[in-house]
């Protein structure tokens, strides 16, 4: 993914020779988030299990510049590794966790010990090593089952599955390391974010990748329930920029959680109708099932707070960014052919 110019030329001074961790950047929104930091001249040092993706997206980055790129296999849950991948690092870029509320309904334990456990863990390496600034990724579902629309920062949480449970401790976790020991911390609210690279290929599939998939292959997408459902889809680049612009600030956070979405939502419905489209399939219509435990109604971010205080502003909308990842599927198509 590309910056825009003036993005670039706002962030390239700030990173350049800077030395940088990200949890989780073998995955889809961290790789792009080393891609990006990269360009911007940063040192990466990336910490991943592997538990959810393999090194593909990164491994071309690591072989073209070893000495900026650099791999921690391992888990942040084990000590040793976490403090190999944050020592000098003056921004940690915090992304490794479980995804997927029908994961955490399958596995809650194991979605608590990596998600709730593992930012505390992060948290300590952290204030150990006296890194400058903690971005931690976060999730719109914490806000559950409140009914209002657009999704505020101060409505009150209402989790309403184990993934949505683990990542409200996390972002606790962060205000209260901020408040007792004085990090600087913040949680970035991403609202379904989509892209190129997102895994398609299991029963956890976010929903974008899982009907591109579907689509792609001729195949009726799968919609539970009456797809009236509405979310806030947000192409990944934005979720990218917000980590950009959080951990570039020279604003003390105090572990604030600020939405990341693009403020303009989409039903499942139409969703599916316009990845029809794109995928050369009009005639292709949903199938529906039941509506899953965990899953929400709507989901709409309202941006001020992130315009405010990190100043934040979506650079790719929904459509264009459908476009982007309907044609990276189509060319990872045409690979794997040739
Ligand atoms: N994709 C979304 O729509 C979305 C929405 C809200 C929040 N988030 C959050 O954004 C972050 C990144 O999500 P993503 O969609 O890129 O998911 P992803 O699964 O592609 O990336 C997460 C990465 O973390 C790694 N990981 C898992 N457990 C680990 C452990 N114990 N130690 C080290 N690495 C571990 C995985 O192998 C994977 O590479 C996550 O914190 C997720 O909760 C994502």
């Not at 009150?156 to 683990?166: D, E």
């Not at 689509?215 to 509405?230: E, H, K, R, S």
């Not at 889809?233 to 917000?242: D, E, I, M, P, R």
């Not at 600020?258 to 029809?276: C, D, Y």
Request: include cysteine.
């Amino acid at each position: 993914m590309k910056l825009p110019t003036d993005q670039f030329q706002k962030l390239e001074p700030i990173y350049r020779d800077q030395r940088v961790c990200v949890t989780g950047g073998a995955g889809f929104i961290g790789s792009h988030l080393v891609d990006a930091l990269l360009a911007l001249g940063a040192t990466i040092t990336v910490i991943d299990d592997l538990s959810n993706s393999t090194l593909d997206h990164i491994a071309s980055l690591i072989e073209l510049e070893p000495a900026r790129v650099q791999f921690v296999q391992g888990s942040i849950l084990d000590p040793d590794s976490l403090n190999d991948a944050v020592q000098n690092a003056s921004v940690v870029f915090h992304l490794a966790a479980l995804g997927s509320v029908p994961r955490s309904v399958e596995e809650p334990q194991r979605t608590w010990q990596v998600n709730a456990t593992g930012t505390l863990r992060v948290l300590q390496a952290v204030r150990e090593h006296g890194v400058q600034h903690l971005v931690n990724s976060s999730s719109s579902s914490i806000y559950g089952d409140a009914p209002e629309l657009p999704k505020v920062e101060s409505l009150l949480p209402m989790p309403v599955s184990p993934y949505a449970a683990s990542k409200i401790a996390g972002e606790h976790l962060l205000s209260s390391w901020a408040s007792t020991y004085g990090l600087n911390t913040i949680n970035l609210r991403y609202f379904n974010i989509f892209g190129p690279r997102q895994p398609a290929d299991s029963a956890y599939a976010a929903v974008v990748a899982a009907f591109a998939h579907a689509l792609l292959a001729g195949n009726q997408p799968v919609i539970f329930g009456d797809g009236l459902q509405t979310r806030d889809f947000t192409f990944v680049s934005n979720a990218v920029l917000a980590n950009l612009l959080a951990g570039a600030s020279d604003e003390p956070f105090q572990g604030q959680a600020v939405n990341i979405g693009t403020g303009q939502r989409t039903s499942l419905l139409e969703l599916a109708g316009i990845i029809a489209k794109l995928t050369g399939h009009p005639d292709i219509a949903p199938r529906h099932e039941t509506v899953r435990a965990g899953d929400v109604p709507h989901s709409l971010a309202e941006i001020s707070r992130a315009r405010d205080l990190v100043g934040y502003e979506p650079i790719v909308g929904v459509e264009e960014g459908l476009k982007e990842t309907i044609q990276w599927w189509q060319s990872q198509a045409l690979e794997s052919k040739s």
